[in-house]
């Protein structure tokens, strides 16, 4: 059953020197720390705080605690080099805990990454840090990222580079849990004073399986009931696997939150029309290139704050492809997770196995 267990195989990541535990595990304070040491930014005080905002973001309960794992040993390797708070730590010190490990497989050195970047954000999102990460650019995988699609969105240079052949692609791959931590946690700083928790809601309806082209037409009257309705798409000529079933998707807490926060702070200003669109607002049909690119650009802004918009692979649709996946351990469950997908099952088999970045190909 391993082949078809997504979650083990290519969702939950692990750190096999850093057994899953909380940051309140002995050495961390049991009651609330000393204001002192917490706006000083110790480890022993703002560890149990960077684990209760992840709390707040994350899809399992299992990352959180595998995440505070690693950010545990992160803080005990600062320790021994003489660092005690995290805006003493330099960049190279994360990058020699990142690959401290030589036979450390490529998901472990991204689960490093990801969740010493992560601390940053949590603790920027908690009023405790200012000022760049030591985390930004930091490539946990040399020569595995995409140096050329940084600011870029779809739409840019649109029939000016040579499509390569099929073989050669690199394929969307599904999102990991620990990115999607990453990522949602990054939408609280993605927003505008406009429109604070516009990202949150593309990410959230994309995570909720919805495509680009499926998200600016989800409509405030398609959510109910913890619910969400999706329009699929036709298929392209002579490619019926290209077709997505229309379908009613669940939404997480996570997501039905977040669009409820972004529904509330657009009626701070309007009514809400339940025909309206939730995230565009153009004057292009819902289901034009406009309306994508709107929906892609906010998700692509989290990616960036995330520090994963260089991950070769990912974007908007990984984390469509995650909501398909994220329950997939068994055969059975391949097609509850391709129904939620809008696809058929050996479809999604083949999407997810294809795993752009998995070792097997290198972005040119």
């Given at each position: 059953?391993?082949?078809?267990?997504?979650?083990?195989?290519?969702?939950?990541?692990?750190?096999?020197?850093?057994?899953?535990?909380?940051?309140?595990?002995?050495?961390?304070?049991?009651?609330?720390?000393?204001?002192?040491?917490?706006?000083?930014g110790?480890?022993?005080?703002?560890?149990?705080?960077?684990?209760?905002?992840?709390?707040?973001?994350?899809?399992?309960?299992?990352?959180?605690?595998?995440?505070?794992?690693?950010?545990?040993?992160?803080?005990?390797?600062?320790?021994?080099?003489?660092?005690?708070?995290?805006?003493?730590?330099?960049?190279?010190?994360?990058?020699?805990?990142?690959?401290?490990?030589?036979?450390a497989?490529?998901?472990?050195?991204?689960?490093?990454?990801?969740?010493?970047?992560?601390?940053?954000?949590?603790?920027?999102?908690?009023?405790?840090?200012?000022?760049?990460?030591?985390?930004?650019?930091?490539?946990?995988?040399?020569?595995?990222?995409?140096?050329?699609?940084?600011?870029?969105?779809?739409?840019?240079?649109?029939?000016?580079?040579?499509?390569?052949?099929?073989?050669?692609?690199?394929?969307?791959?599904?999102?990991?849990d620990?990115?999607?931590l990453?990522?949602?946690?990054?939408?609280?700083?993605?927003?505008?004073?406009?429109?604070?928790?516009?990202?949150?809601?593309?990410?959230?309806?994309?995570?909720?399986?919805?495509?680009?082209?499926?998200?600016?037409?989800?409509?405030?009257?398609?959510?109910?009931?913890?619910?969400?309705?999706?329009?699929g798409?036709?298929?392209?000529?002579?490619?019926?696997?290209?077709?997505?079933?229309?379908?009613?998707?669940?939404?997480?807490?996570?997501?039905?939150?977040?669009?409820?926060?972004?529904?509330?702070?657009?009626?701070?200003?309007?009514?809400?029309?339940?025909?309206?669109?939730?995230?565009y607002?153009?004057?292009?049909?819902?289901?034009?290139?406009?309306?994508?690119?709107?929906?892609?650009?906010?998700?692509?802004?989290?990616?960036?704050?995330?520090?994963?918009?260089?991950?070769?692979?990912?974007?908007a649709?990984?984390?469509?492809?995650?909501?398909?996946?994220?329950?997939?351990?068994?055969?059975?469950?391949?097609?509850?997770?391709?129904?939620?997908?809008?696809?058929?099952?050996?479809?999604?088999?083949?999407?997810?196995?294809?795993?752009?970045?998995r070792?097997?190909?290198?972005?040119?």
């Open positions: 059953m391993t082949d078809y267990d997504y979650r083990r195989t290519y969702i939950a990541r692990a750190d096999p020197t850093c057994p899953a535990q909380s940051t309140t595990a002995p050495g961390s304070p049991a009651s609330a720390p000393d204001p002192e040491d917490l706006y000083a110790t480890f022993a005080a703002t560890l149990p705080v960077i684990e209760a905002v992840w709390a707040q973001v994350s899809p399992d309960p299992a990352t959180t605690a595998t995440m505070a794992a690693v950010l545990v040993h992160l803080a005990e390797h600062a320790t021994a080099g003489g660092f005690t708070t995290w805006d003493e730590i330099p960049s190279e010190l994360i990058t020699r805990f990142i690959g401290r490990d030589k036979d497989g490529d998901d472990t050195r991204r689960l490093r990454k990801n969740a010493a970047h992560g601390a940053y954000l949590a603790l920027r999102d908690a009023g405790l840090f200012e000022g760049p990460s030591p985390t930004e650019g930091i490539d946990p995988v040399p020569g595995a990222v995409r140096a050329d699609q940084r600011g870029k969105h779809l739409g840019d240079a649109a029939g000016k580079r040579k499509r390569r052949p099929y073989v050669d692609r690199v394929h969307v791959r599904a999102a990991s620990d990115e999607i990453v990522i949602r946690l990054a939408t609280r700083l993605a927003g505008t004073t406009r429109a604070s928790g516009l990202p949150a809601a593309a990410v959230a309806i994309c995570s909720s399986s919805a495509t680009t082209t499926e998200a600016p037409q989800v409509l405030w009257r398609h959510l109910q009931d913890h619910n969400m309705d999706l329009a798409r036709y298929a392209d000529t002579g490619r019926q696997e290209t077709a997505i079933a229309a379908r009613t998707v669940h939404l997480d807490h996570w997501a039905e939150e977040a669009l409820e926060d972004w529904r509330q702070e657009k009626s701070e200003v309007r009514p809400v029309d339940p025909h309206g669109s939730i995230l607002n153009g004057a292009q049909d819902l289901d034009s290139l406009s309306a994508q690119v709107s929906a892609d650009k906010q998700v692509r802004k989290a990616l960036q704050i995330a520090d994963l918009d260089r991950e070769v692979g990912l974007s649709g990984s984390l469509r492809m995650w909501a398909a996946a994220r329950h997939v351990t068994t055969f059975a469950a391949l097609e509850a997770g391709a129904a939620t997908a809008g696809i058929e099952p050996l479809t999604l088999l083949r999407q997810i196995t294809q795993q752009g970045d070792g097997f190909l290198r972005y040119s």
